[in-house]
């Protein structure tokens, strides 16, 4: 099956500054890369996502990158802003019968500091 | 609208009773499922209906029964649950786009604790 690997587990960063986290995949026939933000007793939130035939994504002050070779994708949240504050996941799964088996990362936790 | 609505937000049983958590989502959404997320973890795969069949059973114990009446609605029925099966229980769907699939969305989830 597909085993997905997050770096880093927790992630301070000053407002303002950039954040970088980063995913890892295994299974080559994973075709969508979806990252969830997920704030303290809430379910997951979709940022962004992005698909195997596309290298990135932007939407905002948050982008996506995809590497198939290397299996590795990456978000980036630019100009941070407390309210970025959260456990970001980041999934792979690819689709069968009109659904997604989506394979989470064991999230990052972000702290924006003011 | 991107909603998935659950229900209870929040509930308390004993390892006899028996109970439903409810799921809705009116975005004409063709694929439902079920996660469980333990505290401080990812999310994991539980249920996947396609199309209202059962596609996908992550080998989850029969305590956990799924259901879908509808293309709207996915109930998990619980029965005689262990207290390491509290947890955030989540439903999320999405749209089938033929040859790939749309985003999946979440809803809020029911905490499920078992005494």
């Known amino acids: 099956g597909e085993n997905v690997e997050q770096h880093p587990s927790t992630l301070s960063v000053q407002e303002g500054d950039s954040a970088v986290i980063k995913c890892t995949y295994s299974?080559?026939?994973?075709?969508?890369f979806p990252w969830y933000k997920q704030e303290l007793g809430k379910g997951p939130q979709l940022i962004i996502d992005i698909r195997s035939n596309v290298g990135e994504k932007k939407d905002q002050r948050i982008a996506v990158t995809l590497n198939k070779t290397a299996k590795h994708f990456s978000l980036h949240i630019t100009e941070t802003q407390p309210e970025d504050s959260a456990v970001y996941f980041c999934a792979a799964g690819h689709s069968g019968a009109g659904s997604y088996q989506l394979t989470f990362g064991k999230g990052t936790k972000l702290s924006v500091i003011p | 609208d991107t909603e998935v609505t659950q229900t209870p937000k929040h509930l308390v049983m004993g390892m006899t009773n028996k109970k439903s958590l409810k799921c809705e989502q009116h975005m004409g959404h063709r694929a439902m499922y079920w996660y469980k997320q333990k505290a401080k973890k990812p999310p994991e795969l539980m249920f996947v209906y396609s199309y209202e069949k059962l596609s996908i059973n992550e080998s989850v114990p029969s305590r956990f029964s799924p259901e879908c009446p509808n293309s709207s609605l996915l109930n998990l029925h619980l029965h005689a649950l262990q207290p390491e099966d509290s947890a955030l229980y989540l439903c999320?769907?999405?749209?089938?786009?033929?040859?790939?699939?749309?985003?999946?969305?979440f809803g809020q989830g029911t905490r499920l604790t078992v005494v």
């Open positions: 999320a769907s999405s749209q089938d786009l033929g040859r790939q699939g749309g985003e999946a969305f």
């Open positions: 299974d080559s026939a994973s075709n969508y």
